[in-house]
């Protein structure tokens, strides 16, 4: 069947016209909850037309009503018969009814109706839409956006990017559309500079010149037509896999950096990129490019944990390498210009690079060895193609960072979630590399049961001299919750953990103990610190102390589901968890494993606490898990055993 043409419009006047090629015999509007009926007025020549007053009482006032556009016996006016255009004349497709607004409006079964007190989505006009170009010039960022409409023209786009699982956005201004082409698609450029995108979504934009950003960006867009109100929600923006520029997108960002874009598509194909900030001595390096032909003698090993620290096994095992095996293996530690913890590394500063650096670029593509204690993606200089595909042509040694006991990790580190994280998982104990193999899907061999490099330190100091020594002084170290990792200040302070360990903090309980308290939050929970106030407690930040030293330094330890508590134990000190304000999606059951008591009320840990305050040992029976489940090596070789796997490769 051959469809009729059909207009439809308002006009300034107050008039609800419909054009057809061919009559609409009874023409007519039926309210939805009201039933009222009006028929519309022909006015000769297909054409028919309602005025504002007949429409007075069809549609129910002060709720979201509807009403059918019918004709002949019951027949509904919609693209089973009609191909509509909502164009063919200047108007607003609504109109004034009393104090009311009554829009017109395509429905997505294809029905003409009305609607009244809900503007109608602007979705229904659309057909597909998506990005068919990715680039960027001096300017900055351009996407070229392809939108193909139905019913009628529209107007203009804006672009919107959301930094994921925030409330960070960013909005462009609106871009005008093209004029339909032939084939019924409108296009349009979307420009924007870096500079007002990362002002917009950081409070602190020049962090991103030296750390590591961790975010992901999706892109959103939405359209507008002129003249029409219309409820335009934000659409995720696809694109196809031939849209995808081969390489990253470099645009000048400020004096001395640029910022590189890699683009990428989700699993359902919508768009989303990664960031970096790249100093313009690491731009002149990728418009070279050189082969990097000249081998090193020795394989060359580059040793990471988060991007700006260095004390953690990463700082452990880079310390050994160059103590005992510079003959076998050439080492560099990466780390951030501007950490803290640079001066950890004051006696090795010829073997020191700096992100992003251009010996940053040139080592990692020469690099043999990748040895990280966190997740593997921070070793890389920036996102770009050839570069993840140098990450998983490298051996990549984890290193880990805590033994894996009572927090479920699998979603960061398990090969499901990233099959090119590592190439061998090393592990404390055959109940943790079983653990490893069963949990986060790695074969028996991609697991070394090595123990950590940092333990060889940590073991010399065991011993309950000095642990006595430390007996006044408590330290409270809960693990994060990655829920609330991107919370406000305000919003982290409505929540049960930082409520909770306040409490527990400044409990008259807890001060009649008498002991010196330290509270240190974990490195994602950081920028909370200074959101904790107790009396007589330090808070401690990173920048201050690291861990290591810190857990030598104190006498009694308390902590939730965190790794740290097995270190702590290792010592012959007594650790006690306080498993307040769980977050169930990667907490586990693990008391069998845990070297000290766990508990879910406060005044159970302050009773806990008050038998370890004279004699601060760990024990039998958390030595015995130790022992047995949880580190297996009494020696101070751990360093040696991690070499061994290295040079198996």
């Known amino acids: 069947m051959v469809k009729q043409n059909l207009d439809a419009y308002t006009t300034a006047d107050g008039l609800l016209v419909i054009k057809a090629t061919t009559p609409l015999p009874n023409i007519r509007v039926i309210g939805k909850k009201t039933a009222k009926t009006v028929s519309f007025t022909d006015c000769g020549a297909n054409r028919y037309q309602l005025t504002a007053a007949e429409l007075d009482g069809v549609l129910e006032v002060g709720i979201k009503d509807r009403a059918d556009i019918l004709f002949g016996e019951a027949e509904p006016v919609s693209t ?101 082409t032939a084939s019924g698609n409108q296009t349009a450029e979307i420009c924007f500079s870096p500079e007002s995108l990362f002002s917009t979504l950081f409070d602190k934009p020049d962090q991103l010149d030296n750390t590591y950003d961790t975010s992901l960006y999706d892109v959103f867009i939405r359209f507008s037509k002129e003249g029409v109100a219309l409820a335009r929600p934000w659409l995720r923006l696809s694109a196809q896999e031939a849209a995808l520029p081969t390489e990253t997108t470099i645009v000048p960002y400020k004096p001395g950096f640029s910022a590189s874009f890699y683009w990428y598509l989700t699993l359902y194909g919508n768009l989303s990129f990664r960031e970096t900030v790249i ?44 103590k005992h095996e510079q003959k076998n293996f050439e080492s560099y530690y990466l780390i951030s210009r501007d950490s803290p913890d640079l001066k950890n590394l004051a006696d090795y500063r010829a073997n020191v690079v700096f992100y992003r650096s251009k010996e940053h670029f040139s080592l990692f593509r020469r690099a043999q060895f990748l040895c990280h204690s966190h997740s593997s993606i921070f070793a890389l200089p920036m996102w770009r193609n050839d570069f993840l595909t140098e990450k998983t042509q490298m051996h990549k040694i984890f290193l880990q960072h805590g033994i894996t006991a009572a927090k479920n990790v699998s979603w960061v580190y398990g090969k499901t979630a990233d099959p090119n994280f590592t190439d061998m998982f090393l592990v ?84 009649a103990l008498d002991f010196t308290v330290d509270l240190y939050l974990h490195h994602n929970f950081q920028k909370f610190s200074h959101l904790f106030h107790a009396p007589n ?13 810190l857990l030598l330094t104190h006498g009694t330890l308390v902590t939730d589901y965190s790794s740290v508590g097995i270190d702590f134990a290792l010592l012959g000190r007594p650790v006690v968890y306080y498993q307040f304000a769980p977050e169930n999606d990667h907490l586990k059951t693990g008391e069998l494993y845990l070297p000290g008591p766990a508990y879910a009320e406060e005044s159970q840990v302050i009773d806990y606490l008050a038998t370890k305050r004279r004699r601060n040992v760990l024990d039998d029976q958390y030595r015995t898990i130790v022992e047995k489940s949880l580190y297996e090596f009494r020696d101070t070789k751990a360093c040696k055993r991690i070499v061994d796997v290295m040079k198996a490769f």
């Open 428 to 511: 404390c104990s055959e109940r943790e590399r079983q653990l490893v193999i069963d949990e986060m899907g790695y074969l028996p061999n991609e697991v070394a049961i090595t123990g950590f490099a940092r333990f060889d330190k940590l073991l010399r100091h065991r011993g309950r001299l000095s642990a006595f020594r430390y007996r006044n002084s408590l330290l409270v170290m809960p693990t994060w919750r990655q829920k609330l990792v991107k919370l406000s200040d305000t919003d982290f302070m409505q929540t049960d953990f930082y409520q909770q360990l306040s409490h527990f903090l400044a409990s008259k309980e807890l001060a």
């Open 80 to 180: 089973d018969d009609f191909t509509f255009c909502l164009d063919a004349h200047p108007n607003a497709l609504a109109v004034k009814v009393g104090d009311d607004l009554v829009s017109l409006y395509v429905a997505f079964d294809g029905k003409l109706r009305l609607i009244h007190s809900l503007l109608p989505s602007i979705k229904t006009y659309l057909t597909s839409w998506q990005a068919t170009t990715l680039g960027g010039d001096s300017d900055g960022l351009r996407i070229g956006v392809e939108v193909t409409p139905r019913y009628l023209a529209l107007s203009s786009v804006q672009l919107q990017v959301r930094v994921r699982d925030t409330d960070r956005v960013y909005e462009s201004t609106a871009f005008p559309l093209s004029e339909l």
């Open 279 to 322: 100093p313009e001595e690491a731009v002149s390096y990728l418009q070279q490019m050189p082969q990097e032909t000249a081998a090193s003698q020795r394989p060359i090993v580059l040793v990471c944990e988060y991007p700006e620290k260095a004390q953690d096994n990463g700082l452990a095992f880079f310390k050994y390498l160059q």
């Open 537 to 549: 407690v330090r808070v401690i930040s990173e920048d201050e102390a690291d861990v290591q030293q």
